[in-house]
């Protein structure tokens, strides 16, 4: 099953997208996290048949959500590395998209950059494609995989996802503070959206928004929750901050 976790502007302080984060709804194990089972499926090749429905499935959820009339502006998927490795992926994505008939500026793929890395001549190649579609391109987990920030300039991606580890010690470690920083201002020079993981604290937030960082995701505001429950929470348009 897919569940979902939003993705808040910190100016409007409304949803901007969903994040689609799979579970295994296990008969007698319950929800089992993806941790458990993604890297497996990586191994066997099953990851692509896994990847191609957490696709459909997720622009198809995407797409009633706009018939309904819910306000948000996209929809991120998670991209293993097997999936780009594929000949067809390009097509995948354009297929997903004809039959959601969701617009690819509504897809966003979150590709960590260790992924994108693996054959990045190749990756590259498709990257430019799929954003010649207009589909956005996230660069996942950012500052965890890769020492060289140069592939930023070569690559057509839209936003750098900051890593929930930067996050986490955000208002304790002066050091920590200045990584976050030092992203966010790569960020605005190269003109990329930025956004923050695994935000829980309100201490957080505010560093990151007196910091200018343009979007923020964690438990702070919303857990990955059932499609039923990311509804209700677009439907409400409930404001960033708690009451
Ligand atoms: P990710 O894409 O970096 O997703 C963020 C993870 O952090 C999610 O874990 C999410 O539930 C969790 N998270 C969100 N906010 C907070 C917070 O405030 N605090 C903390 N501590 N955690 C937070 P989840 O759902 O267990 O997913 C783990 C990873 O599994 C994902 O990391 C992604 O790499 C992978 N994954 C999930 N769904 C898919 C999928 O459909 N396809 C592929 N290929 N990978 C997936
Ligand atoms: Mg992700
Ligand atoms: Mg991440």
């Known amino acids: 099953v897919l569940f979902y976790q939003p993705q808040m502007d910190m100016q409007s302080e409304q949803i901007v997208g969903m994040e689609a984060l799979i579970r295994w709804n296990h008969p007698k194990n319950k929800l089992i996290l993806p941790s458990e089972f993604i890297p497996l499926a990586e191994e066997t090749g099953l990851i692509n048949m896994i990847g191609e429905w957490v696709l459909n499935t997720a622009c198809n959820q995407a797409q009633e959500w706009k018939n309904d009339g819910l306000s948000f502006n996209r929809i991120a998927v998670n991209i293993s590395a097997c999936q780009i490795e594929q000949a067809d992926f390009v097509e995948k994505i354009k297929l997903a998209l004809d039959m959601s008939g969701l617009e690819s500026g509504s897809l966003d793929l979150e590709i960590t950059e260790s992924a994108m890395m693996k054959d990045v001549d190749d990756s590259r190649d498709k990257l430019r494609q799929i954003a010649e579609l207009g589909v956005q391109i996230s660069i996942d987990d950012f500052g965890t995989g890769y020492s060289s920030l140069a592939y930023l300039k070569d690559l057509p991606i839209h ?18 503070n200045s990584i976050v920083s030092a992203m966010i201002q790569i960020a605005r020079g190269l003109k990329l959206r930025l956004l923050a993981e695994g935000v829980e604290t309100a201490l957080q937030l505010e560093f990151l928004r007196k910091n200018n960082c343009e979007e923020c995701q964690g438990y702070y505001f919303s857990q990955p929750v059932p499609a039923h429950d990311a509804t209700d929470l677009l439907a409400k348009r409930k404001s960033f901050y708690p009451v």
């Open 159 to 176: 936003t750098l996802k900051i890593d929930q580890s930067f996050i986490r010690d955000l208002t304790e470690d002066v050091c920590e």
